[in-house]
């Protein structure tokens, strides 16, 4: 079975510069997470579809960060403009929506200069 | 929401000792409780998982237990080895809700 897909691994970037990550989730998954882990700290949820809608997006800084999931698949999640405090690594996951067993893409590390 | 606080941050152990991590949730409403180990640079991996109508759950050296009344589960590993040494998060979730994570530990295994 194929893991979750995420592109580009590395991205270095300058502030006020937009970027976007791409990921695929395993096929069949529902639910895809987006998370930002910043070096030292636990993944925090940006933002949850199901499906092609949204489930939580509480903690998604809507004014320089978007995300969409179009016909329920692939998702892209960007930032504009990013800002220095944006450099993390930006983790998809997804699950069925039973069992919710998570599976978590590699990663996109993000470096704002 | 929920608030979920795992201890202790970091943890070092010699090979062959025993290692426990502790976390503690607020919302009772909470039934799924994950584990998951990151090593250095790679994606978080579950390493094993339990539900709120079981109380404890092994896997060869790993096991989980859960006090549902207290609020609190852990994670143990027996006989540790080096390459053990990872941080791990524990996390929870309700039905159809998100994922909460703790803090992480950094566990070390020293041989």
């Not at chain 1, 510069?17 to 998370?35: E, K």
């Not at chain 1, 995300?67 to 892209?76: C, F, I, P, Q």
């Amino acid at each position: 079975e194929a893991g979750v897909a995420q592109s580009p691994r590395y991205k270095i970037i300058e502030k006020r510069q937009s970027v976007a990550f791409w990921c695929n989730p395993i096929s069949g998954h529902a639910t895809l997470y987006w998370y930002q882990q910043i070096l030292g700290q636990g993944p925090k949820l940006l933002i949850q579809f199901q499906n092609n809608g949204v489930v939580d997006d509480s903690q998604l800084p809507k004014d320089r960060f978007s995300a969409e999931r179009l016909k329920g698949v692939d998702s892209t999640l960007k930032i504009q403009p990013a800002k220095l405090e944006d450099s993390a690594v930006y983790l998809c996951a997804s699950s069925l929506l039973w069992p919710e067993t998570q599976y978590f893409g590699p990663g996109t590390r993000l470096l704002v200069l | 929401g929920e608030n979920v606080e795992q201890h202790p941050s970091t943890l070092s152990v010699q090979e062959g000792d025993s290692a426990v991590i502790k976390c503690t949730y607020s919302d009772s409403a909470s039934n799924y409780f994950p584990w998951y180990k990151q090593e250095l640079g790679k994606r978080p991996q579950l390493i094993i998982d339990i539900r709120s109508n079981v109380g404890e759950k092994k896997d060869q050296r790993i096991a989980v237990t859960l006090n549902k009344t207290a609020k609190h589960f852990s994670l143990h590993i027996t006989e540790t080895q080096p390459e053990d040494s990872a941080v791990y998060f524990c996390a929870t979730h309700k039905n159809f809700n998100k994922f909460y994570f703790g803090s992480g530990t950094k566990l070390n295994v020293k041989p």
